[in-house]
């Protein structure tokens, strides 16, 4: 069994802007009836308070079927954040300088304990703001920070700001580009996940 999940991670906002954004996004959520306003116990995760699934919710989702589980909320998220997809691990990273792709899991699904070490508590620098989380690139020796890789099957996003879906059914690319749009137009990251 497990929960699963959806987040959108904004990779643009910074930790000035992203409560603002995060506001501004729930209120079109709500205004939509995408969302309820009201919080209650319906997310996994942070407080446990969400927003539970408004009359509309279907103008976000391919598949119109109420969502019947407990955990059928939107939690906002917001400060320095490593999103990730629950379960597993990526298989590849993909180095912001020279592209060049890092394979981290063996034909087995094993990791690949050399190609994790350059990102060995990389995660955690960020995350605790003590640092960009430097990552040396095994094949072109350049150094950029943690949040600048990108993760096969987008399973690691570092943000400021997300938007993480419990239990929905697949969000649209039409519904992701609004919230893009509400956003400003900054880029973002799907992520899906289950616990």
């Known amino acids: 069994m497990g929960d699963y999940f959806q987040t ?3 990779l643009d906002a910074t ?17 939509e009836g995408i969302v ?8 996994l995760g942070g ?6 699934p408004g009359p509309h919710f279907t103008k976000a989702v391919d598949d119109p079927d109420p969502v019947e589980l407990w955990s059928n909320g939107v939690h906002v ?14 298989g590849a990273a993909v180095c912001p300088l020279c592209r060049t792709e890092i394979r981290l899991v063996d034909e087995m699904w094993q990791p690949i304990e050399s190609a994790w070490e350059p990102f060995k508590g990389r995660f955690h620098d960020w995350a605790e703001g003590g640092g960009e989380g430097i990552v040396h690139c095994p ?12 993760w096969e099957d987008d399973y690691y996003a570092c943000g400021q700001l997300g938007f993480t879906f419990w239990g929905w059914a697949e969000l649209t690319s039409g519904f992701t580009r ?3 749009r509400t956003l400003g137009g ?7 996940g289950k616990l």
């Open 8 to 10: 959108i991670v904004d």
């Open 15 to 31: 930790e000035r802007d992203a409560q603002e954004l995060g506001a501004r996004v729930l209120e079109w959520l709500i205004a």
């Open 36 to 43: 309820a306003a009201e919080r209650t116990d319906c997310v």
């Open 47 to 52: 407080d446990g308070y969400g927003h539970a």
């Open 77 to 90: 998220e917001t400060g320095r954040t490593v999103f990730d997809s629950g379960q597993g691990d990526a």
């Open 139 to 150: 094949s072109c020796g350049g150094s950029s920070g943690i949040a600048r890789w990108s």
């Open 178 to 180: 609004e919230v893009r």
């Open 186 to 192: 900054h880029r973002t990251v799907l992520l899906a």
